[in-house]
């Protein structure tokens, strides 16, 4: 009798295998997709060929980042499908996928930002007809289900609860609370917020993690302080105690798994490497978390593993698209949607900090980011963030996706308001002196 993992191993593989069928079948029925595929594959195999990293490369910026952060933001509303929710990708083989609740539910947060950031009201249109989308899907335990959307828009039977789903939405819910006006509909948005909070908090195991069949591959993962960051959110807003306990108490299963290395273990994916993408929401997750809850403690571990990060990016002018433990090597593609995450995390950590190293670095970051971004092609392929640099790197080969978007956004928008911050208190200060200066 084979034992549950090596089924498990199995059925990814089978799963796997199905999903790559499929998307290659999807050139057959739209030939059309066929010239996008082969120029964008091109483009990055010349790209990689001819690039040289050095010393000074992403010093200089080339690209605004307004226009950078229009065209990334213009992707998420081509992404938005007919019911409200946001699109997983766009693939150069099959072209938009479903919506997906997960990201929908933090895309809410990205999208508020950029109305106030522009005064775009498309933007706040969006963000509120996610929200309803996002609303009409949660389940009568408060959960809200894993994977993509029925696509013929009807409910899914078969959906299960998903717990990582259900705190990436109540990031959103909690967001589009405080932005409502509407009495009636700000406390129908904050009802459901708490049940999802409180569902959170009671399945919960007594350690803090989560595991059992709400939990992805049913065990526990660090990375699911991205959880712990949203019922933060809650706690402030519902002042549920239930609320905030159940974030501390996570945080403290997370930090349990901090090595000396600076690495953070119990990411726990079977059958897949560590991208980048899962290290950096562990990181996040714990740091946005620790400012929350005032717990130095979760924020001198997140700095610690944001640090490693950054002496390896401003060494080799990269980071890896997948690490072995302790940092020790990994996979040599660029995990796009990681090093956006990574960008937020420094820029995070200078404002937490006001170390100018972690602003350098996510400025570099993000320049690296802009030129990456498509001008031409297709409309899911303009302004998208591809899965892996090259294409067919092994994270969510020849697709442009939504979560990579919507981290970029923030790191772009971050990095906007915190160095006008940081400008305009350094000309005060200059003025300051000059003024005492000339009166001396």
Same mark, same amino acid.
């Given at each position: 009798m084979s034992s549950p993992e090596s089924r498990s191993s199995r059925n990814f593989m089978t799963t796997k295998t199905v999903r790559v069928l499929t998307e290659a079948a999807g050139l057959l029925r739209a030939p059309q997709r066929i010239l996008p595929l082969f120029s964008k594959l091109a483009s990055d195999e010349l790209r990689t060929t001819f690039e040289h990293r050095h010393l000074y490369s992403n010093v200089a910026s080339t690209i605004p980042t307004a226009d950078a952060l229009r065209s990334v933001v213009d992707w998420i509303f081509r992404a938005q499908r007919p019911d409200g929710g946001i699109a997983a990708y766009y693939s150069l083989l099959t072209g938009y996928s479903e919506s997906y609740p997960e990201v929908t539910g933090y895309?809410?947060?990205?999208?508020?930002?950029? @109305?106030? /950031?522009? @005064? =775009?009201? &498309? &933007?706040? %249109? *969006? *963000?509120?007809? &996610?929200? =309803?989308?996002?609303?009409? /899907?949660?389940?009568?335990?408060? *959960?809200?289900?894993? @994977?993509? %959307?029925?696509? =013929? @828009?009807?409910? =899914?039977?078969? &959906?299960?609860p998903s717990v990582f789903n259900t705190g990436q939405i109540l990031q959103g819910l909690v967001r589009a609370h405080t932005e409502m006006e509407a009495k009636t509909r700000n406390a129908k948005i904050l009802k459901s917020a708490v049940a999802a909070g409180n569902w959170l908090a009671a399945i919960q195991q007594a350690d803090g993690s989560w595991t059992g069949p709400a939990a992805y591959q049913g065990t526990a993962h660090t990375y699911y302080s991205m959880v712990s960051w949203a019922l933060a959110r809650l706690a402030a807003e519902s002042g549920d105690p239930r609320h905030a306990a159940a974030a501390d108490r996570n945080i403290d299963w997370v930090l349990a798994h901090a090595q000396p290395s600076g690495w953070i273990d119990g990411i726990n994916l079977r059958g897949h490497p560590a991208y980048l993408h899962f290290i950096a929401y562990v990181i996040q997750g714990t740091l946005e978390c620790g400012i929350l809850r005032r717990r130095d403690d979760a924020i001198q571990a997140a700095a610690k593993a944001a640090w490693v990060l950054l002496r390896k990016f401003e060494t080799h002018k990269r980071l890896l698209g997948t690490y072995e433990p302790d940092f020790r090597g990994g996979q040599r593609f660029a995990c796009l949607t990681g090093n956006a995450q990574m960008s937020c995390i420094w820029l995070r950590l200078f404002e937490v900090t006001g170390d100018l190293r972690y602003l350098n670095a996510a400025l570099k970051m993000n320049e690296m980011l802009k030129q990456l971004l498509p001008t031409k092609g297709r409309r899911g392929v303009v302004g998208g963030v591809a899965g892996s640099y090259p294409i067919w790197g092994v994270y969510q080969p020849m697709r442009f996706i939504s979560w990579g978007c919507k981290f970029l956004a923030d790191a772009l928008m971050l990095e906007q308001r915190l160095t006008r911050e940081f400008e305009t208190k350094f000309e005060t200060k200059f003025i300051t002196k000059s003024e005492a200066s000339g009166c001396a």
């Open positions: 895309i809410i947060p990205t999208l508020y930002d950029f @109305g106030r /950031l522009t @005064g =775009d009201l &498309a &933007a706040r %249109h *969006a *963000a509120y007809l &996610a929200t =309803d989308w996002l609303l009409s /899907l949660q389940m009568p335990s408060g *959960a809200f289900p894993g @994977g993509l %959307h029925a696509s =013929d @828009g009807g409910p =899914d039977n078969n &959906a299960r």
